[in-house]
């Protein structure tokens, strides 16, 4: 018994396809002619390609030409790429091998022609910047992908957007970008996908930042006048500002008349409202301007100077100054008493006054007005200290002014005269002697 030859014929073509879709198909027939086949013909596809006995389904990695009465009668054998071949195995070629036991030239090859697999191509639908909020700098928002469209069944890839700067950093709602894509394996193969297509959006917006402006807490003295509104205040904090931006100044605004001077003393919360924020480096169109009220404290007021000191006597040695402490003066024997009118700086301090007399123990404070005389003091011949102490309002703070009164003594008066004063005692010798 002589065994049998596989017959094949037809020559197979290039099946170029697309990832994700099974070729076209190219094929051949195949026989085995005679009546001394014993087993079927078992037709075996090379990488990437499959094959089928039926056009258009059926195909697998092997099929059979079956055996039918020692003969394998006449068929046609299909062959196409495979859906899943990848772009990067190709370009795929190899035999189709055909076995069959018994047969004399078992295996019988069948040549393809060399074939390819093109990238899928996908696309991206509606991809979106979002508005992003004031930071300095020309950076886009953050880019939504949108609907991935065009991927094999379940596969997924790893897109990573990239957005073009914007033209400007600053607030606005007319920037253009455009969107450019990578692609990375995912559980799909980026090799098997076509680069996609860069997205020029229109339209995009950079919103402001929240800029809050709080206004120190502040004190003043009571009875002080504030200048309200006060321009080009640095008595703020702020928080907002992106990173190495300024404000020069603010302007501040009191309410409640704790900018008057007849403002009681107390806290005044939110009382110092800040607005107007301007110079530095920042700009104010890019920030959301939020003012949070600072707390007035009103004071004891700390002035304990007098503005002004007159002796009914006549003038002082030298002409007041709130700055000099100590004055003298001299009067003739006929003078034997004398006030003194002192008055405040500050309306809330208060002024007491007495005579300490040489060799005599002093008096008793006595409390008097601000611009109103002091009761009646006598005055002893030779030297009277005239103590007047001044107390702010603040209870601490004291201020001593002195008056030291020369009063002529009896012997130097001889007859005469009476009621004159000087500022020293040459000139009251003088006058003394000319009456």
Do not use: C
């Amino acid at each position: 018994m002589i065994a049998q030859t596989i017959t094949t014929t037809g020559t197979l073509v290039a099946v170029n396809t697309t990832y994700g879709t099974a070729s076209a198909e190219t094929s051949f027939t195949v026989e085995g002619p005679g009546t001394l086949f014993t087993n079927d013909i078992l037709v075996t596809a090379p990488t990437g390609y499959e094959v089928s006995l039926t056009s258009g389904s059926g195909f697998g990695a092997t099929v059979t030409a079956p055996l039918a009465i020692n003969t394998v009668p006449l068929v046609t054998v299909y062959v196409r790429l495979k859906a899943d071949a990848t772009v990067l195995g190709g370009p795929y070629a190899g035999n189709i091998v055909l076995t069959s036991t018994g047969a004399l030239n078992t295996p019988h090859n069948v040549a393809t022609v060399s074939s390819t697999v093109s990238p899928k191509a996908i696309t991206i639908s509606a991809p979106t910047i979002a508005p992003k909020v004031y930071d300095g700098t020309t950076a886009a928002g953050v880019v939504a992908l949108g609907t991935v469209t065009g991927l094999v069944g379940a596969e997924a890839l790893t897109i990573t957007p990239s957005a073009t700067a914007y033209s400007s950093a600053n607030v606005g709602a007319a920037y253009t970008s455009t969107v450019s894509y990578a692609i990375a394996d995912g559980t799909g193969l980026a090799a098997n996908y076509s680069a996609l297509a860069n997205d020029n959006l229109t339209g995009l917006s950079i919103t402001q930042k929240l800029l809050t402006v709080t206004a120190n807490a502040a004190s003043k003295l009571h009875g002080a006048v504030l200048v309200n509104p006060t321009v080009g205040s640095t008595a703020f904090s702020s928080t907002g500002l992106v990173s190495g931006e300024t404000i020069g100044s603010v302007t501040l605004s009191y309410s409640g008349g704790v900018d008057t001077a007849g403002a009681p003393l107390g806290v005044y919360a939110g009382t110092i409202f800040p607005s107007a924020p301007v110079g530095g480096t920042f700009l104010l169109s890019n920030y959301a301007f939020v003012p949070a009220p600072g707390t007035m404290t009103i004071i004891p007021n700390t002035n304990a100077y007098l503005s002004n000191l007159v002796s009914s006597t006549g003038a002082l040695n030298t002409a007041f100054n709130r700055n000099d402490i100590d004055y003298e003066t001299y009067v003739l024997i006929a003078v034997n008493s004398l006030t003194v009118t002192p008055t405040t700086e500050n309306q809330y301090a208060t002024v007491q006054v007495r005579i300490n007399n040489t060799g005599f123990s002093p008096e008793p404070y006595v409390t008097v007005a601000s611009g109103a005389a002091s009761p009646v003091m006598t005055l002893q011949e030779g030297d009277n200290m005239i103590d007047i102490t001044v107390t702010a309002e603040d209870g601490v703070t004291i201020i001593n002014y002195r008056i030291k009164v020369s009063r002529e003594a009896s012997w130097v008066s001889g007859g005469g005269g009476g009621g004159l004063e000087s500022r020293s005692l040459g000139d009251a010798i003088a006058k003394r002697i000319f009456n």
